[in-house]
């Protein structure tokens, strides 16, 4: 399968708050899941969840970084959802959608660190 992923991604935990960008429940019925990141990238992130959710979906990702435990706030779009174990475990993909520069900055130094080109400080 290509990987058809715009940005590279690092691969690591980082605390995620996600619920529906309209305010509706989540198919389980609650308003938000907590989950942990596989991977992030300036772009997304990817994570397991038991809860199926709807390719497109708008969410509300609040994300907490795992070096500098900032938190951002982002909304972002499911890309993927691919049944990981008997439609009982999901591996879920989602976009950033309209970043501001000064989140998109915080992503970029956290994703990159010292190995990206552009000085941060």
């Known amino acids: 399968m290509k990987n058809r992923r715009k940005e590279p991604r690092r691969k690591e935990e980082n ?5 529906l960008s309209s305010g509706n ?3 389980n019925g609650r308003e938000s899941i907590q989950v942990l990141t596989q991977d992030i990238s ?7 969840t038991d809860v199926p959710i709807e390719v497109q979906s708008r969410m509300v990702v609040r994300l907490v970084l795992s070096r500098t435990r ?5 909304e972002g779009e499911v ?7 008997e439609d ?7 976009e950033f959608k309209d ?12 994703v990159y660190g010292d ?6 400080d």
């Open 99 to 110: 970043i501001p520069p000064s989140k998109a900055l915080l992503l970029l130094k956290h």
């Open 25 to 27: 429940p989540l198919p």
């Open 70 to 74: 900032k938190v951002l706030e982002l």
């Open 42 to 48: 300036t772009g997304g992130l990817s994570f397991l």
């Open 79 to 85: 890309r993927w959802v691919t049944p990981v174990y």
């Open 15 to 19: 605390q995620v708050g996600l619920s």
């Open 88 to 94: 009982e475990l999901f591996e879920v993909g989602i």
């Open 115 to 120: 190995t990206h080109p552009f000085d941060f």
